[in-house]
């Protein structure tokens, strides 16, 4: 597995080695040693503080905050890719805590992008020199997530979160849920309809909402089976009033989005790279290791077989990557099928790479304490996130065949 630094500039090379430092020194001690806070269920107990303030010191928290205010410069012609090297290597040290930082800088794209220059001037410098300011990004209620993503364009599919302006405010009403950092965010872009009978596309709006609103309820901590050092929540809104000039999209919100699903699909496909790169580290220094049958384990055939599967999956995967990041940085019109086939594909086999370190490490593989049944569990949560593997599956069709593809709901034409 030499070919991870493959193709890589000489800044992203300096990243990656200083974010490399920062798990080896820091989170995975941390993670072994302190397993049993995954269970604690006060979820700000979880992961300390001081965890966070190192990521800040190191400049990786702010890695899509312009310059100008007080982010880290990076090369933009290459910044997907970069999110790319820097999630795997945090996911390396826990899936949970790259789901933190990389809402950070996913909701920190699409800010640049779509939000009037008041707002960044505003928001941007607090986000930038808050060590704990984290950000959420809101779609997904209790009736189905999926419509967002193909999406289905007509009414009956729309936000059942509405927004009205009353004044100089818009008031919204709803309910959103499986929010990353939902729980703990400072600041959320939350999406509603503002066009009932439009369809998604048409009549979706997106607001900047800050967490001390007035009627912003966290309702609770989504307890998940993987990746749990990031809190997930549910948030009601109620009478929530926003003031007017916190509008950030006006209808056309979800055609707008694209610069953050994109680059997050490459992120989600790499923090994913990234568990089945701790799997398989682990499992290489397990067999060399641990006797049976008179040998190390990595003598007997049938355990080089696996190995050997761990391998070629995860360097698929990669190279499935770099193929995927450099699309998208490149705003390619191939990338909206690369970039899900990198999702899908990372998904599936990760998790079938995290099975085969289970089932090398015997006994131990099952043990909480021993850390690899972990990396099973926080590998299942990427089939759920950022959309399921069949709702990727779809995406790509579309992409690949935008004319006779089917369009899932209403007519087709
Ligand atoms: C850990 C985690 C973090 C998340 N973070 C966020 C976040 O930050 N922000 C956010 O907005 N959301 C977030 N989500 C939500 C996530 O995007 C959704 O859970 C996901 O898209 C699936 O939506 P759903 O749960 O509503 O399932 P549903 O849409 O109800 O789907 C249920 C099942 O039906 C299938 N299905 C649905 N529609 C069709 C169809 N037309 N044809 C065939 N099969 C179909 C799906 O593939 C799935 O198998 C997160 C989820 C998780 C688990």
Redesign the pocket.
């Known amino acids: 597995m030499h070919s991870i630094e493959r193709g890589l500039s000489e800044e992203q090379k300096m990243m990656r080695e200083t974010c490399r430092a920062f798990v080896d020194d820091f989170v995975t001690p941390f993670i072994r040693q302190n397993w049993q806070r995954e269970w604690v269920m006060t979820p700000e107990d979880r992961l300390p503080r001081s965890i966070l303030e190192q990521a800040h010191k190191i400049g990786i928290r702010t890695l899509a905050i312009p310059e100008e205010f007080g982010g880290t410069a990076i090369d933009p012609k290459e910044e997907v890719r970069t999110f790319a090297v820097i999630s795997e290597e945090l996911a390396r040290g826990d899936s949970g805590l790259a789901?933190k930082l990389v809402?950070i800088w996913k909701v920190s794209v699409l800010l640049r992008n779509v939000a009037p220059r008041h707002l960044q001037e505003r928001w941007f410098p607090r986000i930038a020199e808050d060590p704990s300011f984290l950000l959420?990004?809101?779609?997904?209620e209790p009736?189905?997530?999926?419509?967002?993503?193909?999406p289905?364009d007509v009414p009956e599919a729309m936000m059942h979160t509405r927004a009205e302006l009353r004044g100089d405010k818009w008031v919204i009403n709803g309910r959103?849920?499986?929010?990353?950092?939902?729980y703990d965010a400072k600041l959320y872009v939350v999406y509603a309809t503002t066009k009932p009978g439009a369809g998604m596309t048409k009549g979706t709006s997106s607001f900047l909402v800050p967490r001390d609103t007035p009627g912003l309820v966290i309702q609770r901590c989504?307890e998940?089976m993987g990746?749990r050092f990031?809190n997930?929540g549910e948030i009601v809104f109620e009478d929530m009033a926003v003031p007017k000039d916190h509008l950030l999209v006006q209808d056309t919100a979800l055609t707008k989005a694209g610069v953050y699903f994109r680059p997050g699909k490459i992120i989600q496909a790499s923090k994913n790279l990234g568990v089945g790169m701790a799997a398989f580290e682990r499992t290489a220094e397990y067999v060399q290791n641990y006797v049976q049958g008179g040998r190390i384990l990595i003598k007997h055939q049938a355990v080089a077989c696996r190995l050997a599967e761990m391998a070629t999956k995860l360097s698929a995967v990669r190279a499935m990557l770099r193929e995927a990041s450099a699309a998208v940085d490149a705003k390619s019109p191939d990338a909206e099928a690369l970039c899900n086939m990198a999702k899908l594909f990372a998904s599936e086999e990760v998790f079938k790479v995290c099975q085969h370190a289970m089932e090398l490490h015997g006994g131990n593989g099952v043990m909480l304490d021993f850390g690899i049944e972990k990396l099973l569990r926080d590998s299942a949560?990427f089939l759920?996130?950022?959309?399921?593997?069949?709702?990727s599956k779809?995406k790509i069709v579309k992409a690949l065949f935008p004319d006779t593809a089917g369009v899932?709901?209403g007519q087709e034409k």
């Open positions: 789901d809402q959420a990004h809101c779609l997904t009736r189905g997530a999926s419509d967002r993503w193909l289905y959103k849920q499986f929010i990353s950092n939902g989504n998940t990746g990031m997930n949560v759920h996130m950022d959309g399921t593997t069949d709702i779809f899932y709901a």
